[in-house]
């Protein structure tokens, strides 16, 4: 499986570490062993995506282990719905951040199958940092919603949170192939929001629906987190939250020594009709 062009949609050719494709486009495989694939006629600012300070809080928050429930539930759910066969399969995780489930998922999925996982982010030091922590998957730099991949060349896809127009899956996807999208589920982060708004509202608990693909399962994974104040505020600066918080708040924040937090994910497994 190889990527595709950009700019003209044709297959990238890896050649001395170039990424090359018939009509000449030229995109250079970075030291740390990524592909940038975002032109800069596809951008809307120099640095798209998350900012170095959320990138960093997000890996001390990972780290930590606060969001591996669900980190195991999806490799469950896709460890038990990919074929466990020699046929090379391929996983595609959008909005992959700093790898933190991309990583993991090479390693362990491969475990039984011929998988190649790839991760994709519009933040190119996320990517890069992904890509020099885990060696067992493939990064790239691209919007989600312009998928550098050619049609019907994933077997799964793992969106969490990341937008993606439906036409564009439903292209890259093969037949029969899966998609898991986590969405927030109506008391997810509500203690959080507290601290932003007077009347924090829940999240609206919509069943998304993706056209060209039907569920097939869905799960809600709930669990209640205690956070010392340096993790409660890495928390915050996850989430689009973050730019409401003055600092008044977060220094409260951070002298917190136990902040009590609910996570509630809606966790979605559909197949292309």
Known sequence: MQYQCPLCHQPLQLDNQVWQCSNRHQFDRAKEGYVNLMPVQHKKSKNPGDNQMMMQARRQFLD???YQPLRDTIFSLL???????LVPQALLDIGCGEGYYTGFLA???KQRRDITVYGLDIAKGAIRSAAKRYSSAEFCVASSHLLPFSDQSMDAILRIYAPCKAQELCRVVKTDGLIVAVTPAPNHLIQLKGLIYQTPQP???NEEHIEGFYLIESQRLSYRMNLPGKQAVNLLQMTPFAWKASEQLITELSDNTDFYCETDF???LYRKK
Not at 79 to 85: A, G, T, Y
């Open 203 to 205: 999240h609206e608990d």
């Open 64 to 66: 930590a282990g606060y």
């Open 107 to 109: 390693e362990k999925l």
């Open 79 to 85: 460890n038990n719905s990919l074929p466990d066969d």
């Open 266 to 268: 809606y966790i979605r």
